[in-house]
């Protein structure tokens, strides 16, 4: 746990290859897409409602809209809007759905921070890579007997490693 939480809070501070860096930007335009996609959609449309609803102190923005609520809300909305439409992404050893938990989280916690891209880009990174690597280390397999919580997981884990990155 200590090497975990080390390398998620030091994740600013180090270069990522070029490769990673330009995967990362493709990753992240795909679920802003699937995000403004996804807000004409019911579910996209019963988020925005409920972000609306919700109030709070304005940390962050709703994609595809004028709502700014909390950042909790916020990545909620987001997150559900990316994955209205199922165009959002995968990773196909994990069957984890990274982008629809990571970016919304990693997007609302730049907002509240006051984050700039790069650090926004490291933190989409860290949660990618936290978020896959559990479910490996956990077993695929396992998870999937009976449950289908694979991607549950990672994705919490993900979305969790992306913020705590920026905080």
Do not use: W
């Not at 909390?70 to 909305?77: K, R, T, V």
Request: aromatic letters at 2%; glycine letters at 10%; one cysteine or more.
């Amino acid at each position: 746990m200590d090497r975990l939480s080390s390398y998620i809070a030091s994740a600013g501070d180090k270069a990522l290859p070029d490769a990673v860096e330009e995967k990362a930007r493709l990753h992240i335009l795909d679920t802003l897409a699937a995000m403004v996609s996804g807000s004409q959609l019911t579910p996209g449309q019963l988020a925005k409602q409920h972000a609306q609803s919700q109030g709070g102190v304005e940390e962050a923005q709703v994609v595809a809209s004028s709502i700014v609520t909390s950042a909790i809300n916020a990545a909620f909305a987001n997150g559900m809007m990316a994955h209205a439409d199922e165009t959002d992404d995968s990773h196909t050893k994990t069957l984890v759905h990274p982008g629809t938990a990571v970016v919304p989280a990693a997007l609302a916690m730049s907002e509240r921070e006051g984050a700039d891209g790069i650090s926004f880009l490291k933190s989409v990174v860290v949660g990618y890579d936290v978020g896959c690597r559990m479910i490996l280390a956990l077993g695929r397999e396992h998870l999937l007997q009976g449950s289908g919580a694979s991607p549950s997981i990672g994705g919490c884990f993900g979305a969790a490693s992306a913020s705590a990155a920026l905080s």
